[in-house]
């Protein structure tokens, strides 16, 4: 009887190293669902947020994978749109 082959997982490591997850990864960024609760409740009443802290801190990873996914599920749950422009020093436009 022939045995038959499952199919291989895509493998994607969990972790990025020196890189911040990004907006794809949110599965993989976890631990700090209060803090993009609490900021993302606040962007949504001021309309505008500074997420500001140390090197490597993991600004990009909160902003990136934390908040963009969970302002994404609940504007595409209001039925608006979300536009997303993420700027860095020295980026260009």
Do not use: H, N
């Amino acid at each position: 009887m022939p045995v038959a082959r499952c199919p291989l997982p895509v493998a994607r490591c969990p972790f990025p190293g020196l890189k911040a997850f990004q907006t794809d990864e949110p599965e993989f960024f976890f631990g700090r669902e209060k803090k993009v609760e609490e900021l993302t409740g606040r962007l949504l009443e001021e309309r505008f947020l500074a997420v500001l802290g140390g090197s490597g801190s993991g600004k990009s990873s909160l902003v990136l994978a934390g908040m963009i996914p969970s302002l994404d599920k609940q504007t595409t749950q209001s039925g608006t749109a979300l536009q997303v422009c993420y700027v860095t020093p020295g980026g260009k436009l």
